[in-house]
C-alpha cells in the first residue's frame, strides 16, 4: 500500500469563545480519499468550505466526541458528501459508573454543549483502525473531557479533540466530565507517543510529553489547593471556586464544573466528604 504522508489541512471553524479559543479545527487528510475530523458547528459557509477543501473525495466523517462545536454539523456534512459518521457512540456513552449514577439520580445536570441528536453511522471500538489507500487512522478511547471521546492516531501525528489543548487546561465537567478517567486518557496518550497534537481547538502541540505532564501537574496542583480551603472552612463547590479561581464572572460556572469534578474523584479516593448522596449543590468537608 501506497501513502502520500503530507501535512493536514485544518480549516478553522467561526465559533470563537472562551471555551472554544479562536473555534474549531475541522482537519482534512488524504488525497483520494478524504478523511474528515471534526466537522465542527453545524455553519453552512464552513461546511461548504470543507466539502470545496474535499474535492468530491471526502469518504470518512470522524467526531472525537459529542459536543456541538464538534459534531453538530456531522448529519449535514455526510448529506452533503455521501460519507458515513464514524465515532465512539453518542452524547451519553462511555460514562463511568459514577457518572452514570450521578446522570441518573438527576442530581448532577448534563455537560455544557452536549449533542444529544448525534447518532453515528458507524460505531469505532477503542484501539480499531480504519485504513484506506491513503491513510490509517487508530481509535482510542480518551474519556475525561467526555465519556465518548476519541482520540485519532495518525502514524506519529495525533488528533486529539479536547481531551489535550495547548491553550488552557481542558473543561472536565460531570457527568460527562471525569477527572479520574482525564488522568487514565493522559496516561493512554503517554504510551500511544505521539510526536504531535492536534487539538482541535487552538495550535499543535508540539512537545506531546512535557504538555501531558504540565496537565496532570496542574490537576494534582487543584485538588490541593481544593483540600487545603476545605481544611480551613467545609463549602460547596460553587463557593470553593470563587474563592481559588482567578477569572472573570463569566467563566465562573465553568470553574465551578471543573472543581465539582475535582470533588466527586477526591470523594471517590476517600479525600473528601459530604452529607446524604453528592450532587452539585452538596456541601463538601476534608476528611
Same mark, same amino acid.
Given at each position: 500500500? /501506497?501513502?502520500?504522508?503530507k501535512?493536514?489541512?485544518?480549516?478553522?471553524?467561526?465559533?470563537?469563545?472562551?471555551?472554544?479559543?479562536?473555534?474549531?479545527?475541522?482537519f482534512?487528510?488524504?488525497h %483520494?480519499?478524504?478523511?474528515?475530523?471534526?466537522?465542527?458547528p453545524?455553519?453552512?459557509?464552513?461546511?461548504?468550505?470543507?466539502?470545496?477543501?474535499?474535492?468530491?473525495?471526502?469518504?470518512?466523517?470522524?467526531?472525537?466526541?459529542?459536543?456541538?462545536?464538534? /459534531?453538530?454539523?456531522?448529519?449535514?456534512?455526510?448529506?452533503m458528501?455521501?460519507?458515513?459518521v464514524?465515532?465512539f457512540?453518542?452524547?451519553?456513552?462511555?460514562?463511568?459508573?459514577?457518572?452514570?449514577?450521578?446522570?441518573?439520580?438527576?442530581?448532577?445536570?448534563?455537560?455544557?454543549?452536549?449533542?444529544?441528536?448525534?447518532?453515528?453511522?458507524?460505531?469505532?471500538?477503542?484501539?480499531?483502525?480504519?485504513?484506506?489507500?491513503?491513510?490509517?487512522?487508530?481509535?482510542?478511547?480518551?474519556?475525561?473531557?467526555?465519556?465518548?471521546?476519541?482520540?485519532f492516531?495518525? %502514524?506519529?501525528?495525533?488528533?486529539?479533540? %479536547?481531551?489535550?489543548?495547548?491553550?488552557?487546561?481542558?473543561?472536565?465537567?460531570?457527568?460527562?466530565?471525569?477527572?479520574?478517567?482525564?488522568?487514565?486518557?493522559? %496516561?493512554?496518550?503517554?504510551?500511544?507517543?505521539?510526536?504531535?497534537?492536534?487539538?482541535?481547538?487552538?495550535?499543535?502541540?508540539?512537545?506531546?510529553?512535557?504538555?501531558?505532564?504540565?496537565?496532570?501537574?496542574?490537576?494534582?496542583?487543584?485538588?490541593?489547593?481544593?483540600?487545603?480551603?476545605?481544611?480551613?472552612?467545609?463549602?460547596?463547590?460553587?463557593?470553593?471556586?470563587?474563592?481559588?479561581?482567578?477569572?472573570?464572572?463569566?467563566?465562573?460556572?465553568?470553574?465551578?464544573r471543573?472543581?465539582?469534578?475535582?470533588?466527586?474523584?477526591?470523594?471517590?479516593?476517600?479525600?473528601?466528604?459530604?452529607?446524604?448522596?453528592?450532587?452539585?449543590? /452538596?456541601?463538601?468537608?476534608?476528611?
Open positions: 500500500m /501506497s501513502r502520500m504522508k501535512e493536514p489541512r485544518c480549516i478553522l471553524a467561526p465559533n470563537p469563545s472562551p471555551l472554544t479559543g479562536p473555534g474549531t479545527n475541522s482534512l487528510i488524504g %483520494d480519499h478524504v478523511a474528515v475530523i471534526d466537522p465542527g453545524d455553519d453552512p459557509g464552513h461546511l461548504e468550505r470543507i466539502v470545496e477543501a474535499g474535492a468530491g473525495r471526502i469518504s470518512h466523517i470522524f467526531v472525537t466526541h459529542a459536543h456541538r462545536d464538534h /459534531s453538530a454539523g456531522a448529519a449535514t456534512l455526510a448529506g458528501t455521501g460519507a458515513p464514524l465515532a457512540g453518542t452524547a451519553e456513552t462511555g460514562r463511568s459508573p459514577i457518572m452514570q449514577r450521578l446522570a441518573a439520580s438527576g442530581l448532577v445536570g448534563g455537560g455544557e454543549g452536549l449533542d444529544m441528536g448525534f447518532r453515528p453511522d458507524i460505531l469505532l471500538a477503542d484501539g480499531q483502525q480504519i485504513e484506506t489507500a491513503d491513510w490509517r487512522l487508530r481509535a482510542l478511547h480518551t474519556p475525561g473531557h467526555c465519556g465518548n471521546h476519541l482520540c492516531q495518525w %502514524d506519529d501525528v495525533m488528533f486529539c479533540g %479536547d481531551i489535550v489543548l495547548g491553550w488552557s487546561s481542558t473543561l472536565i465537567s460531570p457527568p460527562d466530565g471525569d477527572l479520574a478517567d482525564f488522568f487514565r486518557s493522559l %496516561d493512554r496518550i503517554g504510551m500511544a507517543a505521539p510526536h504531535r497534537l492536534l487539538p482541535a481547538h487552538g495550535d499543535p502541540v508540539e512537545t506531546p510529553s512535557a504538555r501531558l505532564a504540565e496537565l496532570a501537574a496542574h490537576r494534582r496542583e487543584r485538588s490541593a489547593q481544593i483540600l487545603a480551603s476545605l481544611r480551613q472552612e467545609p463549602a460547596e463547590a460553587a463557593m470553593l471556586a470563587r474563592r481559588i479561581y482567578d477569572v472573570p464572572p463569566e467563566l465562573l460556572p465553568a470553574a465551578t471543573n472543581v465539582l469534578a475535582h470533588l466527586v474523584a477526591l470523594a471517590g479516593l476517600g479525600a473528601v466528604n459530604c452529607d446524604g448522596e453528592l450532587t452539585a449543590e /452538596s456541601i463538601f468537608r476534608s476528611v
